[in-house]
């Protein structure tokens, strides 16, 4: 099994890269955040608690999303036989551990996590074209300061966390799309 963390700054492009690895490596894609959005869309009791924080761009805590993570694993136990594709999960020491341990429990663990390295300004200026675009109710000015502040504060700290595992690959996030997978592709093609 592959199984791949994409971990980056919102805006880096997990998204967008997560979108393309399933295609090549047949893996089954989980957006942490997208599970979270068709909640609200759907206006399950999940999605009522998730959208207050989503929309001051806070995490929601780790023990609700630590226990929606592997609910989703469980239930597409079938569609992720060649590996899963965490996006937007860990983003806290707790719930890098929480993973681990799931996945222990599975017979299975983390191959790689992909760090897209990609500068603030770059960062801020994607979202808040997206925010014009497809208007993400977090994508504006204030909320994407708040996210990029949790992001340094709670989520930052996992590059060490995984370092220490020996599994963190860090790649340049900027240039095309096609050019950022190309540099995912040789990091990860040694290791199927
Ligand atoms: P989430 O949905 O995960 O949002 P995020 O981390 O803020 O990241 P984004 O989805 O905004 O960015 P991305 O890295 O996927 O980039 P993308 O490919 O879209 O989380 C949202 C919220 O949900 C959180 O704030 C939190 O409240 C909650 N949440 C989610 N997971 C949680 C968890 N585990 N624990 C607790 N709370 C959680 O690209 C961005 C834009 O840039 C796109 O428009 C794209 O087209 C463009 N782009 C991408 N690559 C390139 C490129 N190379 N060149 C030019 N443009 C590019
Ligand atoms: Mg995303």
Known sequence: MLNIVMFGAPGSGKGTQ?????ETYQLFHISTGDVLRDNIKRGTELGKTAKDYIDKGQLIPDELMTGILASVVD????????GVIFDGFPRTIAQAEALDKMLAERGTAISAVIGLDVPEEVLVARLLNRGKE???SDDNLETIN????VYHNSTAPLKQYYEEQGVLHMIKGTD???????RIKAE????V
Do not use: C, H, W, Y
């Open 18 to 22: 997560s979108d393309m690895l399933i």
């Open 75 to 82: 239930e597409n136990a079938d569609k992720a036989r060649n």
């Open 134 to 136: 497809q208007g993400r």
């Open 146 to 149: 708040d996210r990029l502040k």
């Open 176 to 182: 095309t799309p096609a050019d950022v997978f190309n």
């Open 188 to 191: 990860l093609d040694p290791l």
